[in-house]
């Protein structure tokens, strides 16, 4: 699978942002969807998971619980991150991927993603 990823920018403080990311390929729905970031002089992290098919089980980093919702349309071979109340700590590109493992179809912590996006840079000023 081809993941391209877009919907960045540059935001103030409090703004909203929705990230995209399409998927190339027929079998969208059997992958487990998640967006990950990378700020200047750090890790990449996870920021939000979402399991395969009908994404009935949903993954948020503590950092952005409450304020992000990460959502698929399998029709649209597409996954989404709204991303509300940003923060100047938000900053970051931000990364989807994407995994096929014969599993239970849900994010856990150290799950390996097989498939990465380009990365969308998010910028926040405050």
């Known amino acids: 699978v081809q993941l391209q990823a877009s919907g960045g920018g540059l935001v103030q403080a409090g703004d909203s942002l929705r990230l995209s990311c399409a998927a190339s390929?027929?079998?969208?729905?059997?992958?487990?969807m998640g967006w990950f970031r990378q700020a200047p002089g750090k890790e990449r992290d996870i920021v939000a998971a979402?399991?395969?098919?009908?994404?009935?089980?949903?993954y948020y980093a503590d950092s952005v619980k409450g304020r992000f919702t990460i959502s698929r349309d399998n029709a649209k071979n597409t996954v989404y991150l709204q991303m509300n109340s940003l923060k100047p700590d938000d900053t970051a590109v931000y990364y989807c991927a994407a995994d096929r493992r014969p599993d239970n179809g849900s994010y856990y912590p150290g799950r390996k993603f097989d498939y990465w996006g380009q990365g969308t840079l998010v910028t926040v000023s405050s």
């Open positions: 979402i399991s395969w098919w009908t994404g009935s089980t949903t």
């Open positions: 390929g027929r079998t969208f729905g059997g992958y487990v």
